[in-house]
Each structure stands twice: as structure tokens, then as C-alpha cells.
């Protein structure tokens, strides 16, 4: 059974940090771009980061870069996102989603998906 598991979320205060992590299994793992989404309460889900199947290629929305990478352990069949420098315009719960034959910038940007996990809330408040 195809999953995908989030984890990792939580509450943290502007400037810090968090560490996303995505838990694959049932599907040969690097046969797949994998993406982490956002979405905000009362706003579209959008693309924040995505990774080719070997890591090689990566994409960011413009509002993360520098401050989120993107990574992945096709041993492990994980995936991560780790976090820095959060802003409340962060907030949102994250969904990690796997796509095949696609490239970073057509799954993040057009925000197709195969597969989407169930989501973990982040909250980036004082």
C-alpha cells in the first residue's frame, strides 16, 4: 500500500526552525520527484520545494529560497525539508506528494501530484 507520511511539524516562534520529514513506502521511491506543498487557511495549496529522483535538480517558490532546502535519502526512502529563518507567513499545514516523469518546476509550479500525504500543521507564531 502506497504511503506517504509526514512528520516533523509543530509550533515554533518567528527566526526559528523546523525540520520536515516525509516517510515513504509501497512505490519504488527514487523512480519519483517528490514535492512539499503548503497550504495557508484560506489560501490555494502552492509548491513550495522540489527534488528530482536523484537530488540532482531542485526548485523553490521564490518566497522560501534561501531560507528552506530541500533534501531526500532514496536509501531511506525519506525525504526532508528543513526550515530556517520561519515567518508567520509560513503557517500552514505541509503536505510531501510524489509525481513520475515530471520535472521540479512543472510538479511544484502546476501542483499535480500522483500521491499526497495527509499533511503536518506548522505554526510560526509568538
Known amino acids: 500500500q502506497l504511503q506517504l507520511v509526514e512528520s516533523g511539524g509543530g509550533l515554533v516562534q518567528p527566526g526559528g526552525s523546523l525540520r520536515l520529514s516525509c516517510a515513504a513506502s509501497?512505490?519504488?521511491?527514487?523512480?519519483?520527484?517528490i514535492g512539499w506543498f503548503r497550504q495557508a487557511p484560506g489560501k490555494e495549496r502552492e509548491g513550495v520545494s522540489c527534488?528530482?529522483?536523484?537530488?540532482?535538480?531542485?526548485y523553490y517558490i521564490d518566497s522560501v529560497t534561501g531560507r528552506f532546502t530541500i533534501s531526500r535519502d532514496n536509501a531511506r526512502n525519506t525525504a526532508y525539508l528543513q526550515m530556517n529563518s520561519l515567518e508567520p507567513e509560513d503557517t500552514g499545514v505541509y503536505y510531501c506528494?510524489?509525481?513520475?516523469?515530471?520535472?521540479?518546476?512543472?510538479?511544484?509550479?502546476?501542483?499535480?501530484?500522483?500521491?499526497w500525504g495527509q499533511g503536518t500543521q506548522v505554526t510560526v507564531s509568538s
Open positions: 506528494a510524489e509525481l513520475q516523469f515530471t520535472t521540479v518546476q512543472a510538479m511544484c509550479v502546476q501542483r499535480t501530484a500522483t500521491y
Open positions: 509501497g512505490f519504488t521511491f527514487d523512480d519519483y520527484v
Open positions: 527534488i528530482s529522483v536523484r537530488g540532482l535538480n531542485l
